[in-house]
């Protein structure tokens, strides 16, 4: 046992070990690195380490006292000295012994370390006193090494002459005074601190405490902690108070010091709130830098527009590119600069790789060259990491700062668009242009500098290879070239694929929206498979141009993966057929060069496509961002001066002609109104009346210029201080009441209370349990048709304007509500202002001043109403008295929610975000969605084509190894005696001579034939050739195999997801959708299905490829070098210390930023819906500062993300160049004690010099992966997580059922929520077979709830219904309401024909006669129109846009007309056409639905006067239900009181 120790030591000393040395009268140094070093300054190490990771760093900047900057700059001293003594002067002198390499990297280790923590330590010393007293004991016990080190080499250069121990006792001199002054430093007391009390400026509960040294200078602002944070730091003092303000000035980016922005140390306090799981919210992350805050962005975006708009650019086609120049092209050019420099360091890599394995392979050279080059492979590399992870940094602050500016002026550019320009874009397009274009045309600046570097560092490759093999390297330049031009086939190909599947995105994407602002009518008519149909349509023709781009790509994957491979087999085959000697050192260069070249030849097609992608979307946004402003000084004529009778015009139109500006896809022709003469003084009441569709909103279109004016003059008044508007259908802000009224106005009580009076809003809301706080669903989801119509008229009063357009404010309200807003609104609160009001309630215009008949897009006639009232048939009294209201709309989309007995005050839920690691099961629910089979496939071929790479590697390895023993040992011209004795001929042997001992040495690459042994050079070469070409051939084939599998894979997991998705959402109660915005939901359909079609398996693919590289690397380096295995315990430590705090940070960055995302779209598609309302009030303004408000979070999200992203990257840099050093520095000991072989050394050290990239690139994708795999978690919650309705009923039935149409209530009560009350009350009611019911009510008395029951929208609670004896529970939802049959009051069109519209999901729809379809188009008054479009076959608009309100409920009507359903409901189906229409109508519903059951909500008295029974509802009760003769009959009748309301009676 003792002589295995003395042996032990012998080996770690170099010599016999010692206790003095022998030469001089001082301790040895290798007991001195025993006892001084090994034990100290782990002991250092380990505590500084330890509390480096528990200090809790503020995040504000601290004044330092002096003695802890000494400190930290004593302790630098110390290690840059012991750093160059080592690397200059130790090692070149060959003195590198085993016990001087392990002090000399520890002594190193632990300086570092401990100067990391010392940095720490600066910023939290006001809690620290002098640091952690285990930290201060562990470096008092490494000063006795400084100390023996001096006394030591002083000895040794009093004894020697050498100049090196003179320099190397210098240099220990120095660093034992640094060590001095340190010691000195802890003797100095510390600032005395007291705490005062501040209140923070404009904020009462800001208090906190403000902690200030003795002279007074402020330290630090900290607000008072919370008692369980108070809790928390009295029971650990390691963790500092976690409530330290942010900086308000602005981010810690903009005030952090050289050494934190050199290595982000300023974003560390945000890695550990991730790593906390603190970041709960956009509050919880950095605040933006000065220069890429969005307001001051948008403003210097919108600057250099303008200023390229007044110049010679205002119609050049590239004029987003010019202004994206002008506004951020020289720090983005200046970037360059870096990659130019970063680009020149990656050479020197291959260079010193070169001279490296040179100096191994020859023996001669002096030991001291190889620590040089050992040395410049740290430098370089370090340098180069540096480099280049500040590039990406800058070049990501400049796509950021695209990025906002593009979604900003997409949204202003919304808002201030010509209107007839605008209409050529639907919101789907526009939507599309701030989410996937911006997200290209962001892409584009990574590409461009890629543009320029890669062909520069394919030409300084390709010169490099030329030194290296000679003119050889040609023949890999020409695959090369063949593989660019076969790749650049593949981007162009992968090009025209994009741009056809973003037109496939555009129509999903709107029709998708259309499928959720009309979900209720979708579910009601039961068209749910219908529209998955339509959608399935356009996304099978999006994945078809899917399919194209990923089997392309999966092609320039294949290249990218097997070009190596080739390259190296054709090069190595020419240059050994050419009789070239392989080495180790030419044969790993030209390795690691190849894979530099490889890199940026395949990257390029990449960047080419990029480009090329980007290049689509910036044409298309400059299209969009170049459409001309609207100018209301083109559009309006201002006199130069005005008469005396012209001082109280307000309006005053000559001659004019407008019109709708015609669609691309639309047919015919679109009524506009022409030649129109109206003057309209101050004050004056002015009403508009005629037909359906004779032009009435479109007048008001025109005097508000959304139509194009082609002709005539107009004037308006005011018209830059806005016109107040109520538009037919209301638009409500998803807000509370208050919010809707006041909009963004100073709440003024007095002014509010006298609004909500006028328009009789009071009793509404009185019946929210939160008053005007309670808050509205998205586009006022939760209020009735006339809550929404008074809100929208009450806002439209707050504003105060001077002129009013009133558009058909009374057709959705009941009679005495119609009459208070009459009186009090119109002619009260109104009274001094101008007002234009359409109507077809003409006996609340008997007080206009003038009265507008319009007819067929002209005015007939204008006149008092005493003369227009007496016209003829056109406006006779009997449709004069036809106007009266009976009872308010409520439209049937006012379903569970809507029903005002079910308020709430907050009923919009909050987006869910989940926290933490992504699940398994989303991972496994991934799995799932691209096949079990296959995905092991994909796998098992990804790791043979890693392991077929690594192979191809190491036999290039055993290869130029056993050339090298061939040469030395074993050839024939230089034998040994023994050899030349068994030699029996010309290059052979005769084995039987040899001596047995000598078989052993003979490799396996020697083969017998016919007894003899043949060993020749060019029988060597061929073989190993044969042997590489076969291992090529594999990898070839595995690539292809994986290549294509994946993207096979990835296609059907996009297709399988969606599809759940869809299906997940159309089969969703409409509870779901009343509390949960259009743009959340959208938001999963456009952003989120992207990254699963295309982001995710891109980033998916590079992952798997580089986590099997690095497999690959660890395994090939260890194999070379076992010796680097020790390094890769603290490397792996660190290693996952870091991505465990990247991965836990930017995991919740990106849910953040998604979550972020999600109101920027809900916000954009509210504008869209209400641009007419937004532009009438001149709202721009309020509305653009939203835009930059929620922009500016959701770039908060991202900076974070970006800086979190930098701050990982340049730590894996450093590992990576810890790595290389150590590789490089075993290489050379080894080689010093004879114990490397210069080819594995050489595939070692080619390795290593991509472990950066690789390193990075593992934890980079994957946590890229984990960011794109949120969009499968939000998926997955939609599809599995929502509610589903039931569908799955057993009910067995014959398929005529219902045959009669029986109806029965049978005690049925209605709770929309268990915490709401009743909303109806044991309703009884029994409807006969062909029975025609009039249902009439006030507000909430539960009309819409009976309909909402029947069509299974809601369950009751208790109670049944059934038709024809088979109760509806039992019924699947599909088949019930495919039975039924509903006009509703809000008429549903989506994009299409007429015919396809009017024939919704019906499968003779192809074969039904036109002339039927024509005659019931006739029925409803609607042929005129239909001819006048084109036809059937004409397109409809978006949203029908192209039809007015009440031509799309007549076309509702003729839909119900066609069905055969026995049961038909009418919720105030006529509510918005005029009388003379709406008796039309009656006539016919009386006449075609004869042997049918109708249920009538009634909107006009007289329409249900012809009814068998009326039905009266009060307060969710049946308060009388009898024929309507009988109900008058009784004055106490509520029926009879409501009639009376409308002044028929008699």
């Not at 004529?637 to 896809?665: C, H, R, T, Y």
């Not at 870091?1138 to 930023?1153: D, V």
Request: aromatic share 10%; with cysteine.
């Amino acid at each position: 046992m003792t002589r295995n120790v003395s042996d032990t030591m012998a080996l770690y000393c170099g010599e016999e070990f010692s206790i003095l040395d022998s030469q001089v009268s001082a301790l040895s140094d290798c007991f001195e690195s025993l006892v001084f070093v090994l034990g100290p300054f782990a002991l250092l190490a380990a505590t500084s380490a330890f509390y480096v990771g528990r200090l809790r760093v503020p995040d504000i900047n601290l004044k330092t006292p002096v003695a802890y900057s000494i400190r930290l700059i004593c302790t630098v001293v110390t290690l840059i000295f012991t750093t160059v003594n080592v690397f200059i002067v130790v090692f070149p002198q060959g003195r590198g012994n085993g016990y001087l390499t392990v002090s000399a990297a520890l002594v190193m280790i632990a300086l570092l370390v401990h100067a990391i923590y010392l940095h720490r330590l600066l910023k939290v010393h006001f809690l620290r006193g002098h640091g952690p007293w285990p930290v201060i004991v562990s470096w008092l016990v490494t000063l006795p090494h400084f100390f023996a080190n001096a006394e030591f080499l002083i000895s040794k250069a009093v004894m020697s002459s050498d100049k090196y121990f003179i320099i190397e006792s210098a240099f220990a001199v120095v660093s034992c005074v640094s060590q001095i002054l340190y010691l000195l430093c802890l003797f100095v007391s510390n600032s005395r601190f007291r705490t005062i009390s501040i209140d923070t400026p404009g904020d009462s509960s800001g208090d906190g405490e403000v902690l200030v040294d003795s002279d007074g200078s402020s330290y630090l602002n900290i607000a008072h902690p919370s008692q369980d944070q108070a809790a928390s730091t009295s029971s650990s003092h390691l963790d500092i108070t976690h409530e330290i303000n942010q900086d308000q000035s602005g981010s810690p980016a903009d005030h952090a010091n050289v050494f934190s922005k050199l290595f982000f140390g300023w974003v560390q306090p945000l890695m550990r709130r991730g790593a906390d799981s603190a970041l709960t919210g956009v509050d919880a992350v950095y605040k933006l830098p000065k220069d890429i805050t969005t307001e001051e962005l948008d403003e210097k975006f919108l600057a250099s527009l303008h200023r390229l708009q007044d110049g010679d650019l205002a119609h050049d086609k590239n004029l987003l590119l010019w202004t994206m120049h002008k506004s951020f092209g020289f720090i983005y050019y200046c970037s360059g600069i870096l990659k130019l420099l970063s680009d020149c360091l990656a050479f020197a890599g291959p260079l010193l790789l070169n001279r490296l394995v040179n100096f191994i392979e020859n023996t001669n050279e002096p030991i001291r060259h190889g620590y040089y080059y050992a040395a410049g492979l740290f430098l370089s590399t370090l340098l180069g990491s540096l480099l280049s992870t500040h590039f990406d940094y800058q070049v990501n602050k400049v796509k950021l700062r695209v990025r906002s500016a593009l979604i900003t002026n997409v949204y202003r550019k919304t808002l201030h668009a010509c209107p007839p320009n605008l209409s050529t874009y639907t919101s789907g397009e526009i939507t599309n242009f701030m989410s996937t274009d911006v997200d290209r045309v962001v892409n584009f600046f990574a590409s461009f500098h890629e543009f320029w570097s890669l062909p520069f560092q394919v030409a300084v490759t390709l010169y490099l290879l030329y030194r290296q093999v000679g003119i050889v390297f040609l023949a890999g330049l020409a695959l090369a070239i063949v593989m660019i031009i076969f790749n650049r086939y593949l981007a162009k190909k992968i090009g025209q694929y994009n741009e056809a599947m973003m037109e496939k995105k555009d129509s999903r994407v709107k029709l998708m929206t259309e499928v959720l602002l009309g979900i209720r009518v979708i579910k009601f008519n039961a068209w749910e498979e219908f529209m998955a149909e339509k959608l399935n349509r356009i996304r099978d023709g999006e994945l078809k141009n899917l399919k194209g781009i990923k089997y392309f790509d999966a092609g320039c994957v294949y290249l990218w993966a097997t070009t190596p491979v080739l390259i190296s087999l054709l090069t190595f085959s020419i240059y050994s057929s050419l009789g070239n000697e392989l080495t180790a050192a030419n044969v790993f260069t030209v390795i690691a060069l190849i894979n530099m070249l490889i890199a940026p030849l395949n990257a390029f097609p990449w960047v080419v496509n990029g480009l090329m992608e980007a290049w689509i979307s910036v044409t298309r946004v400059n299209e969009f961002i170049k459409l001309k402003d609207m100018k209301f000084d083109d559009y309006y004529d201002f006199p130069s001066s005005m008469g005396a009778d012209d001082l109280d015009l307000v309006l005053d139109i000559e001659n004019a002609d407008f019109s709708w500006k015609k669609q691309s896809n639309d047919d015919g022709v679109d009524q506009g109104v022409s030649n129109v003469n109206l003057r309209v003084t101050e004050g004056q009441f002015v009403g508009v009346i005629g037909t359906v569709g004779s032009g009435k909103s479109s007048l008001l279109s025109a005097v508000l210029a959304e139509m194009q004016k082609s002709s005539g003059k107009i004037y308006l008044d005011c018209v830059h201080n806005g016109v107040g508007l109520v538009t037919q259908e209301p638009w409500i802000q998803h807000a509370t009441i208050r919010e809707n009224v006041i909009w963004n106005m100073h709440y003024d009580a007095g002014r509010y209370n006298s609004v909500i009076d006028s328009c009789a809003l009071r009793e509404d809301l009185n019946m929210f349990p939160d008053g005007d706080m309670t808050e509205v669903g998205e586009n006022g989801v939760t209020l009735s048709g006339g809550q929404k119509a008074r809100v929208a008229l009450a806002r439209a009063l707050y504003q105060d304007k001077s002129i009013y357009l009133l558009d058909d404010p009374f057709a959705a309200v009941d009679q005495h509500v119609a009459k208070h807003i009459h009186d009090r609104c119109i002619m009260g609160e109104l009274a001094k202002t101008t007002r234009i009001v359409t109507t077809h309630h003409v006996k609340h215009l008997k007080h206009a001043d003038v009265i507008v008949v319009m007819e067929g897009g002209c005015i007939k006639e204008v006149g008092t109403p005493s003369e227009i009232l007496q016209l003829g048939s056109d406006v006779s009294e009997k449709k004069v008295i036809g106007k009266a209201n009976a009872t308010e709309a409520v439209g049937c989309k006012n379903t569970e929610s809507t029903d005002p007995d079910d308020p709430t005050s907050k009923l919009m839920t909050e987006e869910e975000k989940m926290v933490g690691t992504v699940a398994f099961k989303v991972y496994k629910s991934y799995w799932i969605a691209v096949g079990s089979f296959l995905a092991f496939n994909i796998l098992l071929f990804l790791f043979l084509m890693q392991g077929s790479k690594v192979a191809s590697d190491w036999w290039l390895s055993h290869w130029v190894t056993e050339i090298k023993k061939n040469v030395s040992g074993l050839n024939l011209n230089s034998q040994s005696d023994t050899f030349r004795g068994a030699t029996t001929g010309n290059n052979s042997w005769n084995i039987q001579s040899l001596p047995p001992l000598m078989l052993s040495s003979v490799t396996y690459t020697e083969f017998l034939i016919d007894g003899q042994l043949f060993t020749t050079d060019a029988h060597d070469v061929n073989w190993y050739l044969m042997i590489y070409g076969c291992i090529a051939a594999s990898n070839s084939v595995f690539t292809l195999l994986r290549s294509f599998l994946f993207a096979y894979g990835g296609i059907e997991a996009a297709k399988d997801l969606h599809s759940a998705l869809l299906n997940g959402i159309l089969r969703a109660p409409i509870a779901f959708f009343d509390v949960t915005p259009v743009g959340r939901i959208l938001n999963r359909f456009s952003s989120d299905t992207y990254s699963i079609d295309d982001s995710l398996p891109f980033i998916l693919n590079i992952f798997l490829a580089q986590f099997v590289g690095v497999l690959g690397t660890i395994i090939i380096t260890c194999y070379g070098l076992p010796w680097f295995t020790v390094s890769l315990l603290p490397l792996g430590i660190f290693y996952f210390y870091i991505q465990h705090y990247y991965r836990q940070t930017s995991r919740e960055l990106k849910r953040l930023s998604s979550v972020s995302l999600s109101p920027i779209y809900a916000h954009f598609t509210e504008s869209v819906s209400g641009l007419t309302t937004i532009r009438s009030f001149r709202k721009y303004g309020t509305f653009r500062e939203k835009n930059l408000e929620l922009v500016n979070s959701n770039q908060r999200c991202n900076f974070s993300a970006l800086a979190a992203q930098e701050w990982f990257s340049i730590r894996l840099q450093l590992i990576g160049v810890i790595m290389v050093t150590t590789v490089a520095f075993i290489a050379v000991v080894l080689h010093e004690k004879e114990f490397v072989s210069p080819g594995l050394a050489g595939l070692a050290l080619s390795y290593a010099l991509s472990v950066t990239s690789r390193l990075s690139g593992v934890i980079t994708a994957f946590t890229e992966t984990e960011k794109q795999m949120v969009a499968v978690e939000r998926e997955s919650f939609y599809i599995n997580r929502i509610p589903r309705e039931r569908n799955d009923a057993n009910f067995s039935i014959n398929e005529n059922w219902p045959s009669a149409g029986h109806i029965e209530f049978t005690n049925v009560s209605l709770r929309y929520r268990d915490d709401l009350p009743l909303a109806l009350h044991n309703v009884s009611l029994k409807i006969q077979s062909g029975e025609k019911i009039g249902v009439v009510g006030r507000t909430g008395s539960g009309k819409s709830s009976l309909l909402s029951l029947l069509f299974g929208i809601v369950d009751p609670c208790s109670g049944a219904i059934t038709i024809d004896g088979a109760n509806i529970k039992d019924v699947p939802l599909s088949l019930l309401r495919s039975k039924l049959a509903i006009v509703p009051q809000d008429p549903f069109l989506f994009s299409g024909s007429l015919k396809e519209n009017l024939l919704p999901g019906a499968l003779d729809s192809h074969t039904r006669d036109v002339s039927e379809l024509m005659t019931v188009l006739e029925r409803c008054n609607l042929k005129d129109k239909v001819l006048e479009m084109g036809g059937l076959e004409s397109h409809v608009g978006e949203r029908g846009k192209r039809l007015s309100v009440g031509q799309r409920q007549l076309l509702c009507l003729a839909r119900a007309l066609l069905s055969d359903s026995k049961i038909i409901c009418l919720d105030e189906a006529t509510a918005s056409v005029d009388a003379h229409s709406d008796s039309l109508m009656q006539k016919t519903i009386r006449e075609e639905f004869k042997s049918r059951t109708v249920i009538t909500i009634a909107h006009r008295i007289e329409t249900v006067l012809d009814c068998d029974r009326v039905l009266v509802m009060r307060d969710g009760r049946v308060a009388e239900c009898d024929r309507p003769d009988v109900l008058m009959s009784d004055p106490e009748s509520d029926f009879y009181k409501l009639f009376n309301a409308t002044g028929l009676v008699n």
